[in-house]
């Protein structure tokens, strides 16, 4: 109750309009890792003295600098899916620990907007290009399948598999060194002999190439006489991936219509996620997606 003589307190409530920029940003925002070389920690960028006579809430496009350092869409995309077992994929490095990667096709359905895909695809190869992400793809053309991972977890990668090969640690570090000059899903034989002549060290480029080999680091593609990024466990992941799209498969086949209820193929296929396989089955056009009033089913297209 208020009695006589006293005042109610109102709060008072400071309305800040930001002005609307007359600038255009740049399509792609570039990421905290702008060098190429492998990632590290920034230090914060100190702001200058506010200049006399300016009004502190004046937040033009001058206060929007930090934008250009901050991660891009796609990269928070990816740290988001790695963060969930069911959205990601296991590659088991030494001990009881592993990396988590994803597969590109989830990216462009998280991210799509008026402009398709082409902003997702500029962004990925921004972030192979700055060496803040790394691919791994399988060396089969029957088998597609290719994810990314954060650059430092598969240098954490490499460095496991040296432990465990006993590879040779100036071999290795050469290899991570020009980790950012091998952005394709294949290294071309000569792209690594221009990085040996901008950087040779004390052994022939041949018995580098055998021993990141012997340290399953590197995997060689003999129907395209090129290399490929790889790690110990990527192949056993590959099999366990193969395996699992072939038995959903099947029982897409076996079962009326060709189809089957999500729901029903929901078990584990261990160590693959089965949303996801469903997931890269539809962006690889193997199955069909469509909506029911009971759920959503997947099928085998009609041609098949």
């Known amino acids: 109750?208020?009695?006589?003589?006293?005042?109610?307190?109102?709060?008072?409530?400071?309305?800040?309009?930001?002005?609307?920029?007359?600038?255009?940003?740049?399509?792609?925002?570039?990421t905290a890792a702008q060098s190429r070389g492998l990632p590290s920690a920034k230090a914060p960028v100190p702001r200058e003295e506010e200049a006399p006579g300016r009004d502190p809430f004046d937040l033009d496009d001058e206060d929007d600098s930090f934008l250009d350092n901050a991660p891009c869409d796609t990269y928070l995309a990816i740290q988001s899916l790695q963060r969930n077992e069911n959205s990601s994929i296991a590659i088991p490095i030494g001990g009881q620990g592993s990396i988590r990667a994803i597969l590109e096709c989830q990216l462009y359905p998280m991210l799509q907007d008026n402009n398709g895909d082409a902003i997702v695809s500029q962004e990925i190869r921004q972030l192979l290009n700055d060496n803040v992400i790394r691919r791994l793809s399988a060396t089969q053309q029957s088998n597609s399948l290719s994810v990314l991972v954060p650059t430092q977890q598969y240098v954490e990668a490499v460095q496991d598999a040296r432990a465990q090969k006993s590879g040779r640690p100036d071999i290795?570090?050469?290899?991570?060194?020009?980790?950012?000059?091998?952005?394709?899903?294949?290294?071309?034989?000569?792209?690594?002999?221009?990085?040996?002549?901008?950087?040779?060290i004390h052994h022939s480029l041949e018995s580098i190439l055998q021993a990141l080999q012997n340290c399953q680091v590197l995997m060689p593609e003999h129907s395209h006489g090129s290399y490929q990024l790889w790690l110990p466990a990527w192949g056993t992941?590959?099999?366990?991936?193969?395996?699992a799209r072939k038995n959903l498969l099947l029982q897409l086949k076996r079962s009326y219509q060709k189809e089957r209820s999500v729901a029903a193929v929901n078990q584990p296929y261990s160590p693959i996620p089965t949303t996801l396989l469903i997931?890269?089955?539809?962006?690889?056009?193997?199955?069909?997606?469509?909506?029911?009033?009971?759920?959503?089913?997947?099928?085998?297209?009609?041609?098949?």
Do not use: C
């Open 279 to 304: 997931e890269w089955l539809i962006a690889q056009g193997d199955v069909q997606s469509k909506e029911r009033p009971s759920g959503k089913f997947i099928q085998l297209p009609k041609e098949s």
């Open 237 to 243: 992941v590959l099999q366990a991936w193969e395996k």
């Open 172 to 200: 290795t570090d050469w290899f991570l060194r020009h980790l950012k000059d091998w952005t394709g899903k294949r290294i071309a034989t000569a792209a690594l002999e221009e990085s040996y002549k901008k950087d040779p």
């Open 1 to 30: 109750m208020v009695t006589k003589g006293e005042k109610t307190a109102k709060n008072t409530v400071l309305v800040v309009k930001k002005k609307k920029s007359t600038k255009k940003r740049p399509l792609l925002r570039r």
